[in-house]
T-cell receptor, first 111, second 114 residues
Framework: SQKIEQNSEALNIQEGKTATLTCNYT??????LQWYRQDPGRGPVFLLL?????KEKRKERLKVTFDTTLKQSLFHITASQPADSATYLC??????????FGDGTTLTVKP | DVKVTQSSRYLVKRTGEKVFLECVQD?????MFWYRQDPGLGLRLIYF???????EKGDIPEGYSVSREKKERFSLILESASTNQTSMYLC?????????????FGPGTRLTVL
């Protein structure tokens, strides 16, 4: 059956370090993968999209990689700040326009 | 900026009541979605719509129905609310017509069924 796994439910790191979040999937052939940020009591907010034929995408302190052989995406936040604390969701998309979301990883950046 | 609004942030209803959750988007998006989000279960798709008057079941449609009479508005209906429908409900929209559709979410409605 299709499955999306995000590394751990919670990740705690020290301010200034790089946070690395993992999204693994099985039995999918996604056309693209997206990462969203969700703050408590709010809806998810889109951050980055990477297509199946792209290896890496960057946006300011964010970097996403996509390895369709390993069926894995890594999401990096460099020089992390307490304001980066949130839940991060990965979502696999198909050409039909529908996305399937992972359960999310809650990141806490300690000052 | 895309704006997706939901009719209520918090709602308390009684078992057996009919519940309407409304969602409106202002960007002329083709696609609209309803999800529920529960701790440990993530975001689960209830229903989605690719066009006015069109709807398709998602992963957990049981106990729900939807209505899309106008392009900008997508309603989720709980015909007879039950306690296991207590959850956070999130509406989203996307532009459609593309194979890289970013979804824009509303703020969510936290529904409690007593």
């Amino acid at each position: 059956s299709q499955k999306i796994e995000q590394n751990s439910e919670a990740l705690n790191i020290q301010e200034g370090k790089t946070a690395t979040l993992t999204c693994n999937y099985t039995n999918y052939s996604p056309a693209y993968l997206q990462w969203y940020r969700q703050d408590p009591g709010r809806g998810p907010v889109f951050l980055l999209l990477i297509r199946e034929n792209e290896k890496e995408k960057r946006k300011e302190r964010l970097k996403v990689t996509f390895d369709t052989t390993l069926k894995q995406s890594l999401f990096h936040i460099t020089a992390s700040q307490p304001a980066d604390s949130a839940t991060y969701l990965c979502a696999l998309g198909t050409n039909a326009g529908k996305s399937t979301f992972g359960d999310g990883t809650t990141l806490t950046v300690k000052p | 900026d895309v704006k997706v609004t939901q009719s209520s942030r918090y709602l308390v209803k009684r078992t057996g009541e009919k519940v309407f959750l409304e969602c409106v988007q202002d960007m002329d998006h083709e696609n609209m979605f309803w999800y529920r989000q529960d701790p440990g279960l993530g975001l689960r798709l209830i229903y989605f719509s690719y066009d006015v008057k069109m709807k398709e079941k998602g992963d957990i449609p049981e106990g729900y129905s939807v209505s899309r009479e106008k392009k900008e508005r997508f309603s989720l209906i709980l015909e007879s609310a039950s306690t296991n429908q207590t959850s956070m409900y999130l509406c989203a929209s996307s532009s459609g017509g593309s194979h890289t559709d970013t979804q824009y979410f509303g703020p969510g409605t936290r529904l409690t069924v007593l």
